[in-house]
């Protein structure tokens, strides 16, 4: 039996590593910051902490970046979806950050507009870049804020003031003509239909397009899982 997708990509993907061996067996070198050479493993785990730690060297926490974009842009799986793992604690912040332009938003895709960002940002980071990660979550963050202002402005602002007067007004049905009654052909869904049906269903597809790039369809099993954990 597989672990089921939660409802937002985020917490997906922090349970995935939490249960699966393969995540949590990832190391990366911890940087000298005075030599800049390896001086010992570092978990995932404890490189995440060291990266978002904002009192550490600002060199050892490049250094960590610096290995994961390499390694997500040279050998793919684990290490994309690790990066977005490790990118996880700045990805909630971002959302949190950017609902303030768009509080009708749903959290939940803002949270997939944060992974798209962040998987967008590592198709051109230069893994030499100085402050990388720095880089990385504003790269992000720009790409949510442009989000929630572009389905901002889609909000049918004239459309919803234009029903208000029409509900204040009596319906003649001396005035109304044909034309009028067939702008929409009947085949087409009304606009109730698509608030509730078409919403739930783009949310839906984009989570899973979402999963299925990051591969997170097909490896959500059972056989990911150490024993007693798949109950």
Aim: net charge negative; charged share 25%.
């Amino acid at each position: 039996m597989g672990i089921p997708l939660h409802e937002r990509i985020l917490d997906s993907i922090e349970a995935y590593f939490a249960l699966s061996p393969q995540m949590l067996a990832l190391s990366l070198d911890a940087v000298q910051p005075e030599t800049g050479r390896p001086a010992t493993r570092l978990s995932l785990t404890a490189a995440r902490e060291f990266a978002m730690d904002p009192t550490a060297p600002a060199t050892a926490g490049d250094a960590i970046w610096s290995q994961l974009v390499r390694l997500a842009s040279e050998k793919k799986e684990p290490w994309d979806l690790a990066v977005i793992w490790m990118m996880a604690p700045g990805l909630r912040r971002i959302c949190r950050r950017c609902r303030r332009y768009n509080p009708a938003m749903d959290p939940g895709e803002l949270e997939s507009e944060a992974v798209a960002g962040l998987v967008e940002a590592l198709q051109s980071a230069e893994p030499e870049r100085e402050g990388l990660g720095s880089w990385l979550w504003w790269t992000t963050y720009r790409h949510v804020q442009r989000a929630c202002s572009h389905a901002r402005r889609e909000t049918p602002t004239a459309d919803i003031e234009l029903v208000g007067n029409l509900k204040t007004h009596e319906y003649d049905e001396s005035r109304s003509t044909a034309p009028t009654l067939r702008l929409v052909d009947s085949v087409v869904p009304v606009a109730e239909e698509l608030d509730t049906v078409g919403r739930a269903s783009l949310e839906g597809e984009r989570l899973g397009a979402l999963a299925h790039r990051l591969g997170l369809d097909q490896t959500l099993s059972t056989s990911d899982l150490p024993a007693g954990k798949a109950a």
